[in-house]
């Protein structure tokens, strides 16, 4: 049986990276949970048939509240599951926590610069702080894990 020492600043780096993807998704559980008791969908959909009105070759979907959910639910369950790899430094998830810590970047900013925007809190808003600090946690310890495997 071998034994596979690692410096210990590797391990504290793959740690951080892995807390880090996993408090993410639990913010993208609470923003999911802010999102549908604040009505989201009421603001989403109208939007988007605003949208396929002006630029009908863009294949923007609508959603009933179910279906929405339980896509959004299955997104959180597996974005939670894949946070295994990222304790154990796996370096596929150097490009996923790129693009999940980006995407939910841009996700809680854009509620926050449309409720600014509209003049009133937009469903979704109250857990977008939470959404940005967590996106940025995890950026930057991707960012340090990747300095660190490299």
Request: net charge positive; charged share 15%; proline share 5%.
């Amino acid at each position: 049986m071998a034994i596979h020492l690692r410096p210990p600043n590797e391990l504290n780096e793959r740690s951080s990276y892995g807390w880090a993807w996993l408090t993410l998704c639990l913010a993208l559980a609470l923003h999911v949970t802010d999102e549908a008791l604040t009505d989201f969908l009421s603001v989403y959909n109208p939007t988007v048939l605003a949208i396929r009105q002006r630029l009908p070759f863009l294949p923007v979907p609508t959603f009933t509240f179910w279906v929405w959910l339980a896509v959004l639910i299955a997104a959180v369950i597996v974005l939670g599951a894949l946070s295994v790899f990222a304790f154990r430094g796996s370096k596929r998830m150097v490009v996923l926590g790129y693009i999940f810590g980006i995407c939910m970047l841009v996700n809680g900013l854009q509620h926050i610069a449309f409720s600014v925007y509209m003049r009133r809190l937009m469903p979704g808003v109250y857990s977008s702080p939470l959404l940005v600090v967590c996106s940025i946690y995890l950026l930057r310890s991707v960012r340090r894990s990747e300095r660190t495997a490299g």
